[in-house]
């Protein structure tokens, strides 16, 4: 029996989206596969993640793609990143909770080409004066991968609607990152 290793990931990102806490049984599990199969195809957890990590960067990648992120006003184009990264948002809160993703020399350059276009889209909103100049375009982006997180887990959780993710996100990010016009 072949077993589709993208059904894999998806299901085990599926799962531990939900129970971050899930074992490899657990995985396998709802994955519809015996230990043993998941094991020919991840030696355990670490690869596993690291699996879950390669797709994450891959669908954030793609979201960014989409967004078109140098067109029209930045605000425009970070409402766009929004609703394009949605459907990644719970692997992505999942992803930035894995400590062992961000630390020592083995980080994957993947998160290095994210966070540099979303740097970018920053920048633009601040050099065209749609955003404050006092918040770094860095730490911008950490704000937003932060809320994205909470995002996914508060949609999850149901306490908050998933058609309000991208206004939410949207509305508060937007509302601290504004640039105020002095009277």
Partial sequence: MSVDREQVLRSAAALLTRK????????????????????????????????????GIQECETALDRARLDEGPAADALRRLI??????????????????????????????????????????????????????????CEALYGLIGSGAWAVQDGRVAAKDFSYMIAELLLGGARRRVEP
């Fill in 83 to 140: 609703r394009e990264m949605e459907p990644a948002a719970p692997l992505l809160a999942f992803l930035t909770t894995e400590n062992q993703l961000f630390e020592g020399e083995g980080q994957n350059v993947g998160w290095e080409r994210l966070d540099g276009r979303m740097v970018a889209l920053f920048r633009r909103g601040q050099e065209a004066g749609e955003f404050r100049i006092d918040l770094t375009p860095a730490w911008l």
């Fill in 20 to 55: 971050s806490t899930a074992t490899m049984d657990e995985v396998a599990r709802a994955a519809g596969i015996s230990r043993a199969t998941l094991h020919r195809h991840f030696a355990g957890r670490d690869a596993l993640v690291r699996a879950l990590e390669s797709l």
